[in-house]
């Protein structure tokens, strides 16, 4: 389950990058290169600095053929039916939460502290947009004060909680996707927002 999930996070994903790069007028190429580095970006970093090798893309060529078809399918949709204004924000919310439920399990695995397992876990879920996003020209989603590592940490801590209290797997799994996701679509729909920043002139 662990794997699928983790499969249909990547496809959820590349559908992002995918769209993000059509909205910037990119070729084929650069659409497919778009969906990849959103795909798998958080991933591979997470098993860089867990020394988890080879990296999961590398060892499992499956998740390179299904960014490349959802990318492709992706472009050939769009082309023939109109998306909804907010397509690529509802597509990021739901990899969020799969991305960042399924890396938090694989730095679990490897008997880690809990702290570790969160940052691990908000990484897998945020990096490739991040990387999107600056290829794309644009403020990366996780600095522009919404809810977004932070709907990851909760929804993490979460997860980790709901097992400790021995709830099983798969009902933790469950709740910590439902609020990551859930935060992430309210602070899309509804404005919520963590406290900005602003330094007077």
Sequence with gaps: MLYLFDLVGV???????????????LDLLGVVVIATVTAIGGGTLRDV????????????????IVIAITA???????????LPGDSLQIADALGLGLF???GAQAAESLKIPRIIVIVMGTMTGVAGGMVRDVLTNQIPMVLRGDFYATAAIAGIALYLVLK???VRPSWAFGAGFVAISGLRLAAI?????????????
Excluded: E, K, M, N
Excluded at 11 to 25: E, I, K, W
Excluded at 50 to 57: D, K, M, Y
Excluded at 189 to 201: E, H, I, K, N, T
């Design 11 to 25: 496809a959820v994903f590349a559908f992002s990058g995918a769209l993000a790069a059509g909205r910037f007028g």
């Design 49 to 64: 600095l867990l020394s988890r090798h080879p990296i999961f893309w590398i060892r499992d060529q499956t998740y390179v």
């Design 72 to 82: 492709l399918l992706t472009t050939i949709y769009a082309r023939h039916f109109p």
């Design 100 to 102: 960042a439920i399924t």
């Design 164 to 166: 400790a209290l021995g």
């Design 189 to 201: 729909f509804w404005g919520w927002s963590l406290p900005v920043f602003r330094l007077g002139s």
